[in-house]
């Protein structure tokens, strides 16, 4: 499945932005979908990850309360909208997906996905 994300931007603290992620190509029969984010000298972090339909979608706790992933499965399309932001979550934001599902939090863990959208730069000022 190829992937593309879209959405990021410049936002001051206490804004919103909602992030896109369209799937397309032969394959696209993922299961499972996930956002993750790097800032700069920092690792790839976990954000929210699910099934594609229907399930617990988990968090990470930096993003509870604040972030909501969404999906659109006649468009093929996921989302992550994003309230409440904070400086600290200035980062490039990458949306990922799997084939095959994974246990629980498992799917906040990066090393599980096959197939990565290119990422969309997210800024937050204070």
């Known amino acids: 499945v190829q992937l593309q994300a879209s959405g990021g931007g410049s936002v001051q603290a206490r804004g919103s932005l909602r992030l896109s992620c369209a799937a397309s190509?032969?394959?696209?029969?993922?299961?499972?979908i996930a956002w993750f984010r790097q800032a700069p000298g920092k690792e790839r972090e976990g954000v929210s990850c699910?099934?594609?339909?229907?399930?617990?979608?988990y968090y990470a706790d930096s993003v509870k309360g604040r972030f909501t992933i969404s999906r659109d499965n006649t468009k093929n399309t996921f989302h992550l909208q994003m309230n409440s932001l904070k400086p600290e979550d200035t980062a490039v934001y990458y949306c990922?997906?799997?084939?095959?599902?994974?246990?629980?939090?498992?799917?906040?863990?990066?090393?599980?996905?096959?197939?990565w959208g290119q990422g969309t730069q997210v800024t937050v000022s204070s």
């Open positions: 990922a997906a799997r084939t095959n599902k994974v246990p629980g939090r498992t799917c906040l863990n990066s090393i599980v996905y096959n197939d």
């Open positions: 190509g032969p394959s696209f029969g993922y299961s499972l």
């Open positions: 699910g099934s594609r339909v229907g399930g617990t979608i």
